[in-house]
């Protein structure tokens, strides 16, 4: 799971395997979350979001699930290809409707 | 569409100096927002402009002014840099109240010596 700090948790997987990136959020009222995709050097770039009304959200080869219970959100990735090497992070809206930023985690595909 | 533009991509500076980092997007959105990215942590606001006209501080607004332009371009200047502000920041567009998605800029990385 994400935390805030120098060193990054890291996931390492085989290509073709699937990938499960965890997040815990802090705030209880949050009502809506994202994943972002942040390839070396370039920007945060959308992946996925979810609404506090639902349980999971699925898209193309990734599904979001939200644990509202534990305060805790998952991202999978099916099928993972060497191109889904990035950092993967979590975002909750916060009360002020703005976003609060996880620090991320750091997948790998092994080919 | 370009989406959200930056520039510059990279810049060195000496403490003391200043500098602005300019920010453009084209998709006609209403929000605009700064962030800085450190090792290790997650992005954090420094300021944003919920509407063409307005500016508010965000987390970490010591340091740093903001103009938003017009519409289109909003951007981030330091007075005075300090070795603190080395960081890469990025700058994130938001269609309006009815999405959350902010769209996210390819990013500056500032270092000050």
């Known amino acids: 799971g994400e935390s805030v700090g120098l060193h990054l948790p890291t996931l390492s997987v085989q290509e073709g395997d699937n990938s499960i990136i965890n997040c815990a959020y802090s705030?209880?009222?949050?009502?809506?979350f994202i994943w972002y995709k942040q390839e070396s050097g370039k920007g945060p770039q959308f992946i996925i979001d979810?609404?506090?009304?639902?349980d999971k959200r699925q898209g193309q080869r990734v599904t979001v699930l939200l644990n509202k219970t534990v305060k805790h959100l998952s991202l999978q990735i099916a099928a993972t290809q060497p191109g889904d090497s990035a950092v993967y992070f979590c975002?909750?809206?916060?009360?002020?409707?703005?976003?609060?930023f996880g620090a991320g985690t750091r997948l790998t595909v092994k080919p | 569409n370009a989406g959200v533009t930056q520039t510059p991509k990279f810049q060195v500076l000496k403490t003391g100096q200043s500098m602005t980092l300019q920010c453009a997007q084209d998709?006609?959105?209403?929000?605009m927002y700064w962030y800085r990215q450190d090792p290790g942590m997650g992005l954090r606001l420094i300021y944003y402009?919920?509407?063409?006209?307005?500016?508010d501080k965000g987390e970490v607004p010591n340091g740093y002014n903001v103009s938003r332009l017009n519409k289109r371009e909003f951007s981030l200047r330091l007075e005075s840099a300090a070795p603190s502000q080395t960081s890469v920041y990025f700058c994130?567009?938001?269609?309006?109240?009815?999405?959350?998605?902010?769209?996210f800029g390819p990013g500056t990385r500032l270092t000050v010596l």
């Open positions: 994130a567009s938001r269609p309006g109240q009815a999405s959350n998605k902010q769209f």
């Open positions: 705030n209880s009222a949050s009502d809506y």
């Open positions: 979810i609404r506090s009304n639902m």
């Open positions: 975002a909750e809206k916060n009360n002020n409707n703005d976003m609060r």
């Open positions: 998709m006609n959105h209403n929000s």
């Open positions: 402009s919920a509407s063409e006209g307005t500016t």
